[in-house]
């Protein structure tokens, strides 16, 4: 049985993390914990990723953590096991299939853990893109123009709704996405051409993937006209806090590609007020991440998608001076009313050197503006913590340095260069 709410003053002592998956968010929540509480997370994870093998964890891989048949067990074994160690656990995660696999099965969950994860009724609706959609058109939240092809249609032909090429395409359900394996996968497609199109989803009708592919109109401008905005809600709908930044590079690698390189702070009212109207429009509480494009067309931000957890660059929230893991334990864990948090600090997010900034950014004054901030300490690499093991450093500059690489082979060197 769940254990009962412990004190506050007890939480170093009792409090007993413990994250899916190992990728840059994991990392930021492995500091969020042990600065907030001094406590080492538990890290489960498919794979042993160096660079996020903290000193600050204790990192376990479990081949397939992230299916049901492997994850569900061994919550239930570790969350008895915290249990009778007097321990009160507290489960969290990375990436859209985590999430869905916990809200999915959340009320067999929180049956021995704190969660701070959406019931799957609402995670299942406004994850899939195309009720996104329908939702921004009821509450008028601007969104690219989206037609949608049925890849469980085996007999359907392409309908590109008539736009101008190139065109985006990219799956409705990224959950699903992420166990359909094929020759190729990309998380989004730049189309040239009706017949590439046509192929792309001749393709995917022989794949195990029977959702929505989303064909999209391509918004003009490059990387520099990305934003991204972290949130948190409480259980009464109220911003604990509402974090903003302009995307400055993405990643162009065809299993990463738009993942947020170089983050620059900065805090949009038309961005924060929609998202917010969004979230309370359907009910929403916990960590939300939105991506946002400016169509300088008409002058508006159109939202892409919401991400129902903690963003893969959420660092730069805790960049901004927010803990992130804090909130969510006082407010699902404690049950605490926190005032929102408004006196941010301001950031510059990255995952690349200097040398892929000289050669990503066209424009000459934001170039600048992070080139600077590297010199003046403003400019943080996500995965540099300086107390962190020798082995942790090692790796992360290692992961940090290969950047220049992936970027001369899929961006520099053409590729998802074409996306600017």
């Not at 002592?13 to 840059?24: H, N, Q, T, W, Y």
Request: charged share 25%; net charge negative.
């Amino acid at each position: 049985m769940r254990p009962a709410r412990p004190a506050q003053s007890d939480l170093p002592r009792v409090l007993a993390p413990v994250i899916l998956g190992s990728d840059f968010c994991c990392y930021s929540y492995i500091r969020c914990f042990w600065e907030a509480y001094g406590v080492k997370p538990i890290v489960l994870a498919s794979a042993d990723i160096k660079s996020v093998r903290s000193r600050f964890c204790d990192y376990r891989v479990i081949p397939g953590i992230d299916k049901p048949e492997v994850c569900l067990p061994e919550l239930a074994r570790l969350g008895d096991e915290l249990i009778a160690a007097g321990k009160v656990p507290f489960l969290v995660g990375c990436g859209d299939h985590y999430a869905r696999l916990v809200s999915e099965n959340k009320p067999q969950i929180e049956e021995r853990w704190y969660t701070p994860y959406l019931d799957f009724e609402l995670l299942d609706d406004i994850t899939q893109k195309e009720r996104f959609y329908e939702i921004c058109e009821e509450i008028g939240v601007p969104y690219p123009k989206t037609v949608y092809l049925d890849c469980g249609d085996k007999t359907a032909t392409v309908d590109d709704g008539g736009f101008m090429y190139p065109v985006i395409a990219k799956p409705s359900n990224s959950a699903a996405w992420h166990y359909a394996e094929f020759e190729g996968q990309q998380k989004v497609y730049l189309i040239h051409s009706r017949e590439q199109l046509e192929a792309l989803y001749k393709q995917l009708q022989e794949t195990t993937y029977d959702k929505l592919l989303i064909v999209q109109e391509f918004i003009p401008g490059d990387d520099t006209q990305i934003r991204i905005l972290s949130t948190y809600l409480d259980a009464a709908g109220d911003p604990i806090f509402m974090v903003g930044g302009r995307v400055m590079v993405e990643d162009h690698s065809p299993t990463a590609i738009g993942n947020p390189a170089v983050i620059v702070s900065e805090q949009l009212d038309a961005v924060s007020n929609d998202a917010l109207r969004f979230m309370r429009h359907v009910g929403y509480r916990g960590m939300a991440n939105f991506d946002v494009k400016y169509d300088e067309r008409d002058g508006t931000y159109k939202f892409f998608e919401i991400n129902t957890r903690p963003g893969r660059s959420s660092d730069f929230v805790r960049q901004a001076g927010i803990n992130f893991a804090q909130v969510q334990v006082d407010d699902v864990l404690m049950g605490e009313k926190r005032a929102r948090i408004s006196n941010t600090k301001p950031f510059i997010y990255t995952t690349v050197p200097p040398y892929v900034v000289k050669r990503s950014i066209d424009d000459a004054a934001i170039r600048r503006q992070v080139l600077d901030g590297f010199r003046s300490g403003l400019t943080h690499y996500a995965l540099d913590w300086d107390k962190d093991c020798l082995g942790q450093r090692f790796w992360s500059r290692v992961t940090y340095y290969h950047q220049i690489d992936k970027f001369r082979k899929y961006f520099w060197g053409g590729g998802a260069k074409d996306l600017a």
